[in-house]
């Protein structure tokens, strides 16, 4: 009986950690930086279901980056302000959380571009610190999209 029972629960434990891997798998990091780097809110919004479909511990970070970057390319100027201010509340307490280079990067890309009146340019100097410090313990994606970025960056030249 115990055996049976420690068979079931190896069995719905296995169910539950394949299910997990499903939400996981949607989300793709290149496929989110290039959503980043477009112009197209399609492609943006796109990004975004699939960020909020997906059971990721980095998922706040990504959304609101998702969303300060699509503050920008709606033209409501209430809407672009709620996007924006939401945005930054997700991504700001995903850095709180400490120790995560790659949310630094996604906030220097939004810093850099944020328009002066919204007062979101204070960190870049030391993002570009921890960037620098820590690239080479990045995934091979991230490194990517550092690269990428330095490329047309005022503030992170490249590595």
Do not use: C, W
Request: aromatic share 8%; proline share 1%; no cysteine.
């Amino acid at each position: 009986m115990h055996i049976r029972m420690f068979f079931n629960l190896m069995l719905l434990l296995s169910v539950i950690s394949v299910k997990a891997d499903i939400k996981t798998v949607g989300f793709d990091k290149a496929a989110f930086y290039s959503a980043m780097a477009s112009d197209n809110l399609e492609v943006l919004n796109a990004q975004l279901n699939i960020v909020k479909a997906a059971s990721i511990t980095e998922k706040e970070a990504y959304e609101g980056a998702l969303l300060m970057k699509k503050a920008g390319m709606v033209t409501k100027v209430k809407e672009k302000l709620s996007l924006f201010k939401t945005g930054r509340s997700k991504l700001e307490a995903s850095i709180k959380k400490g120790g995560n280079t790659e949310f630094n990067f996604l906030r220097l890309i939004i810093q850099e571009h944020a328009p002066k009146g919204l007062d979101y340019h204070q960190n870049i100097e030391s993002d570009v610190t921890v960037i620098r410090s820590n690239f080479k313990m990045l995934s091979t994606v991230v490194q990517q999209a550092i690269n990428d970025y330095s490329k047309k960056s005022k503030v992170l030249k490249p590595l």
